[in-house]
């Protein structure tokens, strides 16, 4: 090969090492365009829902200090856009959520959060649906359940026939329960502080415990006004009213009555994943003695657990609840403290019970000036009904010691 040949050859190795460098850098250039267009799409996409410049963890705080100042500014009787801190929380949930006022919108966090917590509380709540009451109306109403759902054999044009849906309806009628609780004057937003987790768990705590207890012990014929057992009946009543009820003979509870008090049940206690016995405290240890039930720690990985649970017997899961009475009379019904002793268990059919509620916590102040207290009011609208038109599906064990 000539000399002249060869020095071509050099040439274009070095044009084409040139031309590589060149297209590389080209590319490095462009992707780095690339990547500029792509940052500045997911931020006007981020600006476009309201996230821009604020993460997840400043607004779920913005949304845990505004619920808590909003409580303040109750608690103060201060207009909340007055009080130290909430031109920044106001800044993150405008810039976040965009709400269309933001102390309208704390209001509503604030009793989002207490309806959360009052969940974790409810144990025998939580077992059923749960309807959410429409605003600005005082009575809802919806379609009565006749049986489970059956499909049939329909020829083509002809009409279904009706199964589990009825034409005849459920009112639900909401029934307010309240707590008070008073507390001596505060000077400051500093001193006003402390209150807060306060208030809020005996707010909690009492709605919790006010709700459980008219649904398992309502009555709506007792005579006191301010009994919230009379709010609406509950699962004793409706057992006792419909006869599927069990007597005991006053001794501890046996496997034998508790297969009896189902079978009351008739074909509302076929699926025991319907089922659900809820038991006093005092039940409850009888049954963990029973060689039948089998406790959390030999299921519990395989099932999802009820608040609650501590054992299932047949599959039924048994739910514990310190408002079942034990002042009872050995036919199951209320007696007198030191006089009758008895309590019950019942078991439910969970499909054929709701719950409606408005959604909401309320929370109110009244200035005491003799005492210098002022009194905080929290309330919360609820009702509960059986939605079975035909039949009772819970059954009670009475006369158990």
């Not at 993460?55 to 705080?61: L, M, P, Q």
């Not at 009820?306 to 048994?318: A, F, K, N, V």
């Amino acid at each position: 090969m000539g000399i002249e040949m060869i020095k071509e050859l050099k040439a274009e190795v070095k044009q084409l090492k040139v031309d590589a460098e060149a297209r590389e850098a080209g590319e490095t250039t462009r992707l780095k365009e690339l990547k500029d267009e792509i940052e500045a799409m997911v931020q006007e996409r981020k600006t476009s829902f309201g996230e821009t410049a604020v993460n997840g963890d400043a607004v779920s705080k913005a949304k845990k200090d505004g619920a808590d100042l909003y409580m303040k500014s109750v608690l103060l009787g201060q207009e909340i856009s007055k009080l130290k801190g909430y031109d920044d929380i106001a800044g993150v949930i405008e810039k976040a959520i965009k709400p269309n006022d933001v102390g309208d919108w704390l209001a509503e966090e604030f009793s989002s959060q207490v309806l959360e917590e009052l969940k974790l509380q409810m144990k025998v709540e939580s077992l059923f649906t749960k309807i959410a009451f429409p605003d600005g109306i005082n009575t809802f109403s919806i379609p009565g359940k006749l049986d489970e759902a059956i499909a049939y054999l329909i020829a083509p044009g002809d009409d279904a026939i009706e199964s589990a849906i009825s034409a005849a309806k459920v009112s639900f009628q909401t029934q307010r329960m309240k707590t008070l609780v008073g507390i001596t004057d505060q000077a400051n937003q500093e001193t006003v502080t402390a209150l807060i987790e306060l208030v809020r768990r005996e707010m909690v705590s009492s709605l919790a415990r006010a709700t459980e207890k008219a649904i398992i012990m309502g009555d709506s014929t007792i005579a006191d006004p301010n009994d919230v057992k009379k709010a609406f009946d509950g699962l004793l009543k409706y057992a006792l009213d419909g006869g599927n009820k069990v007597d005991n003979g006053g001794g501890d509870v046996t496997v034998a009555k508790i297969a009896e008090t189902r079978r009351t049940l008739g074909v509302y206690g076929m699926n025991v994943s319907d089922l659900v016995i809820i038991a006093p405290v005092s039940v409850a240890y009888q049954m963990l003695e029973l060689p039948e039930v089998m406790t959390f720690d030999k299921y519990g990985s395989n099932f999802t657990v009820l608040t609650g649970e501590i054992g299932r017997i047949w599959g039924m899961p048994i739910v514990v609840s310190e408002f079942v009475s034990t002042t009872l009379k050995a036919d199951g019904t209320e007696g007198t403290a030191g006089t009758d002793d008895k309590t019950a268990m019942l078991i439910v059919n969970k499909n054929y019970f709701a719950v409606a509620d408005r959604g909401n916590i309320g929370l109110e102040t009244e200035r005491k000036a003799v005492s210098s207290t002022t009194l905080y009011v929290s309330f919360r609208d609820v009702d509960f009904k059986k939605i079975a038109l035909n039949a009772t599906p819970v059954a009670a064990l009475v006369n158990v010691q």
